[in-house]
């Protein structure tokens, strides 16, 4: 079994580097000269790091797939104050012969922990069919199992491992605070919208060797993933109110707030626009969040420029004793 030595994080301009990264993204290009090389993003559990290869890119670019770990020798630089590995070889490393846990983000927070605190919430349902859905939902082990260990997405907010949990129950904690403040919305409808928003990207999204989307993501995606599953459940659930049933589907449908980020419905009740504003402000939270730990040039008060919040970031000022 390999032992990984050095993590993206420990990473400084002139270290040399013979260690191994999983392969997110791979592409072959040409420079202004007119030769290939080869462009790589590179990934361990601590983030993400760039790599490019300038010299028999042609040769190496077969020796492995993205999704692959493989073991390099390169040469950290910086590179408009962003750290990049010259990569003057590599090679395609065995399953067998590394240990997953080294190369995919996690949760910095306990699993178990997370997914007791969420069906903490569950028991506190005065609606009793809410509650029984919620439980027919999550008493599935294939379900489970999923929801504690998928991504809440691939690249935006909370994309690691156990993501997913993570940010419901962030949103869910968030909505409790909400509906109590705005009592005369329907709590329970407000909380189980939250806690199942996201539930299709069990579906949608894959995290056995790396975060990326599954067939049925790409081609009908969570939203509508998880009405199937929701419905599959709620069939089960001997007369389910057909007013309650319609208005959690609305919330789940509703909840990217806009047709363009993918909802085929907006907001039309009370807590449909709760769950949205809430699940917007806790994905946008993250994504400010990680943008910030990931920045690795110290010199800076902001952020390398993020193409999907499509802005610098502040980190903060500093002091020179800082």
């Not at 072959?28 to 490019?52: C, E, F, H, I, W």
């Not at 907006?266 to 402000?281: G, M, Q, S, W, Y």
Request: hydrophobic content about 40%; charged content about 25%; cysteine-free.
């Amino acid at each position: 079994m390999h032992t990984k030595r050095i993590y993206v994080e420990d990473i400084h301009p002139g270290d040399r580097i013979d260690d191994t990264f999983l392969v997110i993204e791979k592409n072959m290009a040409s420079s202004q000269k007119g030769n290939p090389y080869l462009a790589l993003k590179l990934r361990d559990k601590t983030g993400d790091v760039d790599g490019r290869v300038w010299d028999n890119a042609v040769v190496l670019n077969d020796r492995f797939r993205r999704g692959n770990v493989i073991g390099i020798q390169a040469r950290a630089i910086s590179y408009r104050n962003v750290i990049q590995l010259s990569i003057a070889d590599l090679e395609h490393v065995d399953e067998s012969r590394f240990n997953p846990a080294d190369y995919f983000p996690s949760s910095k927070m306990d699993t178990e922990e997370m997914f007791a605190a969420l069906m903490a919430f569950v028991e506190t349902m005065e609606t009793a069919p809410l509650k029984a859905l919620l439980k027919k939902i999550f008493s599935d082990g294939d379900i489970a199992f999923a929801f504690k260990n998928a991504p809440a997405a691939k690249g935006f907010h909370h994309f690691y491992i156990g993501g997913l949990l993570e940010h419901t129950l962030s949103v869910t904690q968030l909505l409790d605070q909400v509906a109590a403040h705005y009592s005369e919305t329907h709590r329970d409808l407000i909380i189980t919208g939250g806690i199942l928003h996201d539930i299709g990207k069990t579906r949608e999204l894959s995290f056995s060797k790396m975060i990326d989307y599954t067939d049925e993501g790409r081609l009908i995606g969570h939203i509508m993933l998880g009405i199937e599953m929701v419905n599959e459940k709620m069939a089960l659930i001997e007369d389910f109110p057909p007013q309650l049933a319609m208005e959690l589907r609305h919330i789940m449908l509703s909840h990217h707030g806009v047709l363009e980020y993918g909802s085929p419905k907006r907001p039309k009740t009370l807590e449909a626009l709760i769950v949205n504003f809430v699940d917007d402000l806790d994905a946008k939270v993250n994504a400010f969040q990680t943008s910030i730990e990931n920045a690795t040039d110290r010199e800076s008060d902001w952020t390398p420029y993020h193409r999907l919040l499509e802005r610098f970031i502040y980190k903060g000022g500093s002091t020179p004793d800082e």
